[in-house]
């Protein structure tokens, strides 16, 4: 990366690590009382996951900008928090109401901070990737889809989640599971296109 390019990278990091750690921290608190119990609620959600995750991710390419490691862990990142992002756009805005998906802190989590990890990703820091590389940010929803699955339709009855994200109303998990994976594919190669321009 260039300098100008760096700089802008590390501007844009910073606000993604700052922000969410301020947001995250907030849920380990209610009515301004330490409360673990709402951060551990809180964690279910694939939002909060892929946020931290894009959080750290921003941390080590502020740390080990030029380390290829830390690159693959921004696509990771990144993918996580698009996924939430499009998640959002497409499905849980229309069911929910978008008016509820970018309120508070949810506004940075569902929209900002994905926009502004694809920026940094696909801009200031592209360095571009094989085909087969690309798919490394799969992970994220290849290790949470069977958990969100278990919790919400295998796990006993004390310890179900309840479906928040509605991808088993009328029984449909079958087809949510299938698309998430697929649509978390097709991100993925849009990916590879634009770290490949």
Known sequence: MNNYNSAISFFINIIIFFVTLIFTAQLFFKDRKWCPQRAKEAFRFFTVQSNVLCAISALFMLLFPALEWAYYLKIIGTSAVTVTMMTVLLFLGPVF?????????????????????????????????????AFIGIIPVALYGPLYLYKIKFAPEGKRWDDFYGFNRGGKWRISYVLMHIGTAVLCIILYLLLNI
Request: hydrophobic residues 50%; proline residues 3%.
């Open 97 to 133: 109401g978008y008016q509820y998906m970018f309120k508070g802190s949810d506004l940075f989590m569902h929209l900002l901070t994905p926009l502004m990890a694809l920026v940094s990703l696909c801009v200031f820091e592209r360095r571009g990737v094989s085909f087969a590389q």
